[in-house]
């Protein structure tokens, strides 16, 4: 029986957290320059930013046409 991998576990927890704080901050941001509605939904006619993707998210390459 295989044990169990403690430090990932607490790594992928800390990772989750720093996420969440750093999701957390971009809102209060957005919150400040009127990006977001009061009610937490983007307003009209925002689009949302390339480099705001997933980390780890396939980008299509350009294609050589």
Do not use: C, H, W
């Amino acid at each position: 029986m295989a044990t169990p991998n403690y430090g990932f576990e607490k790594r992928q927890k800390e990772l989750a957290k720093k996420r969440k704080k750093e999701e957390k901050l971009k809102a209060k941001s957005d919150r400040k320059s009127g990006l977001l509605a009061e009610d937490g939904s983007e307003i009209e006619g925002e689009e949302g930013d390339a480099d705001t993707a997933a980390p780890g998210a396939a980008v299509p390459p350009a294609s050589a046409a």
